[in-house]
């Protein structure tokens, strides 16, 4: 589909209008000029036309550790995008920063519409004729605040993408890359995608919006996201940390499987673990990746010894596929890919009800059911699977509160006897039979 690029410098409401042409909160909007710092990719729609928005970091404003990163990702995004949007403040005119800018994209060579923001009223229309003066024929002032002239933006944009055609929607398996900060999220999809689509810097907290990037490997189609690295609430000082914590949770949620990074020298800690339990609460396929590995000292069967201490620390993850990596060198990544998919294949699996009617007839049989201190045992009539992704199996029984965590996790394992379950979490519920 056709790229728009959404460029300008600093704090003119690039990511407020971005949502907007998304018609969701996709980009962390904050009145800190430098929010956006990675490029972010959506799919927008008008008229019965599809294409990309591209959110992009601001550029030759005040500079600081970031801008040279920033201003490299801008110019990739202009080189991919088929249309440039560039942004102006309508209640500041056009500054020499916005001829600057105006001048690197007509040294680019792309289609150019010119959005002059926070024209709230009509009768503010004349500052956006100023624009003109940046050499541009297309230009419109809207409000990305007030949704003003919004439609009249897009008719200019669809106006000028070039034709294409659909691709047909082969399925993606959508993979978010999560962990702590500074684990190496953005280091690892860069080296996935071949690309440099991540802003990489040894700062924690680089990255901040979940960056979208879909790419074939081992022949099928992945997508991926980079997130911004969890931390506990009370060490989120503003409500930009904030919102990059919200918006790491919604990666997960929207995602088939999660990566979870963990740095080899220090692997297993609280944080890793949280992280791990919101994935396995959401149902999500689950990969535990031990990073920077060639950082480790040679010593023998360390991996044996190391996947030990991984399970020992996460006893609740005996089913997640522990692989070691490195994201700097590239080893151990190639084996994501396959790993990734057959998690998302057994996300998927069912088991036949008939099979898991003998199961409960073995469990009957052989094992000791729970009971309470008045004598009272669990009977388990039949059960059924109800849906997957991730497989979820209903039991009916006398007394679900007969129930109790052990036997789950027993019964869980004989489930994983079964079928193929590695990588995904499986649900269990107990109902009494009078809701069959």
């Known amino acids: 589909m056709p790229v728009v690029a959404i460029v300008g410098r600093p704090n003119v409401g690039k990511s407020s209008l971005f949502n907007r042409l998304l018609g969701r909160r996709e980009a962390i909007v904050d009145d800190v000029p430098g929010v956006t710092r990675d490029r972010l990719y959506g799919e927008a729609e008008w008229d019965g ?48 920063s916005d001829e600057d800018v105006a001048r690197f994209l007509r040294r680019a060579g792309r289609p150019v519409v010119v959005a002059v923001n926070k024209i709230d009223d009509p009768k503010h229309e004349p500052r956006a004729a100023e624009a003109y003066v940046l050499g541009f024929g297309d230009v419109v002032g809207v409000s990305a605040l007030h949704r003003r002239n919004l439609d009249e933006l897009l008719d200019l944009v669809v106006a000028k993408l070039p034709k294409w055609e659909e691709e047909d929607g082969a399925d993606e398996i959508r993979v978010s890359i999560v962990g702590r900060p500074n684990v190496g999220k953005s280091s690892l999809l860069n080296r996935l995608a071949g690309d440099e689509r991540s802003l990489v810097s040894p700062i924690a907290g680089t990255t901040r919006d979940p960056v979208d ?60 673990k949280k992280i791990a339990a919101h994935v396995v609460e959401k149902g999500r396929g689950l990969i535990l ?46 084996k994501i890919a396959e790993v990734a998919a057959g998690v998302y294949e057994n996300r998927r699996g069912r088991i036949p009800t008939n099979v898991l009617n003998r199961l409960m007839r073995d469990v009957l049989a052989f094992d000791r059911l729970p009971s309470n201190r008045r004598g009272k045992s669990l009977k388990i009539y039949y059960c059924l699977q109800s849906s997957v992704e991730p497989p979820t ?43 069959a």
């Open 393 to 435: 199996f209903v039991f009916f029984v006398n007394d679900p509160d007969l129930v109790d965590s052990a036997f789950e996790n027993h019964i869980q394992k004989e489930l994983r006897a079964l079928a193929d379950f590695t990588g995904s979490p499986l649900r269990t519920f107990w109902r009494p039979r009078s809701e």
């Open 289 to 334: 990746l031990l990073n920077k590995w060639d950082l480790l000292a040679k010593k023998d069967k360390l991996g044996d010894k190391m996947a030990g201490k991984v399970r020992d620390e996460l006893p609740f993850l005996p089913w997640a596929p522990v692989l070691f990596v490195s994201a700097l060198s590239g080893r151990g990544v190639g």
């Open 49 to 96: 036309r599809a294409f990309y928005v591209v959110d992009t970091g601001g550029i030759l404003g005040e500079r600081t550790d970031f801008s040279a990163g920033i201003e490299a990702h801008v110019k990739r995004a202009v080189e991919e995008c088929d249309l440039a949007v560039l942004v102006i403040d309508g209640t500041m005119g056009v500054t020499s």
């Open 213 to 272: 990037t879909s790419v074939a490997l081992e022949g099928r189609r992945f997508r991926l996201v980079d997130t911004a690295g969890l931390r506990k609430k009370s060490r989120m000082d503003s409500d930009l940390e904030y919102y990059s914590f919200v918006r790491t949770l919604e990666a997960v949620d929207r995602s088939d499987v999660a990566l979870l990074l963990m740095e080899a020298t220090e692997p297993c800690t609280d944080a890793d």
